[in-house]
């Protein structure tokens, strides 16, 4: 399969890259600072490199990243507040690039908290998420969209414009990332979060997205993540 992975040098992209490699896809790579891929990435006769900053993205770099791809694979997402924005914009030129390059399925990272954010697509969004038990609903999950509330509100956005894309897209939502290997050992829901799944590491969302890809049961919906 030919994949186009987004975002390739960060927490979950690395992964992303590393695990399609290993499983012998071709991968176009679209990254900001290709000097942050590894000397072994950048010698790899598998792999191509598109550079572009989606923050500010060249939409013809985005085309010529995801144009021929079977499947798009984004990791995108701000490291920190001050980012956002990152996520909407890098989406938003990725949906325009795959209309017109006729590309469809994208796979997406975004995060646990968000299913209760609002956004211009969802404004009256559910106050608690199904599946977040008590100290998730009334304690912790409050004070975590206080402290990332542009990072998540980002994301939102991000969501809106997959769902208004007309692609068959796939958002993924994992609770706190951490380090650490695929496990293998991960629990999903579909439109709600994992009841309980309070991290998982980053090599796991990705071998999850990764198998995500041949699924059509999980185009156009949202899928939890959680150890």
């Given at each position: ?13 690395r ?22 891929l ?12 598109v ?33 956002a ?27 646990a ?7 211009p ?32 509100a ?11 894309s ?36 980053r ?25």
């Amino acid at each position: 399969m030919k994949i186009t992975v987004v975002a390739a040098t960060g927490g979950i992209g690395r992964h992303l890259l590393d695990q399609a490699l290993a499983a012998g896809h071709q991968a176009t790579v679209l990254v900001r600072n290709p000097d942050r891929l590894t000397p072994e990435q950048r010698a790899s006769d598998r792999i191509r490199v598109v550079t572009t900053d989606l923050a500010d993205p060249d939409p013809a770099a985005v085309e010529r990243a995801v144009a021929g791809a079977d499947a798009v694979l984004s990791g995108l997402g701000a490291r920190s507040n001050a980012e956002a924005g990152v996520a909407e914009r890098g989406t938003r030129a990725l949906v325009r690039a795959m209309r017109s390059t006729g590309t469809r399925r994208i796979v997406v990272v975004s995060a646990a908290p968000v299913g209760t954010v609002p956004s211009p697509g969802r404004p009256t969004p559910p106050r608690y998420d199904p599946g977040d038990g008590f100290l998730m609903r009334h304690l912790f999950g409050p004070a975590v969209k206080a402290a990332l509330r542009p990072h998540y509100a980002d994301l939102a956005r991000m969501e809106d414009e997959l769902r208004g894309s007309g692609l068959d897209w796939t958002v993924v939502r994992p609770p706190r990332l951490t380090d650490g290997p695929a496990t293998g050992t991960s629990r999903t829901a579909l439109g709600q979060n994992v009841r309980g799944g309070w991290t998982v590491p980053r090599a796991e969302v990705a071998r999850r997205m990764l198998r995500l890809l041949d699924d059509p049961q999980t185009v156009r919906e949202v899928i939890a993540v959680a150890r």
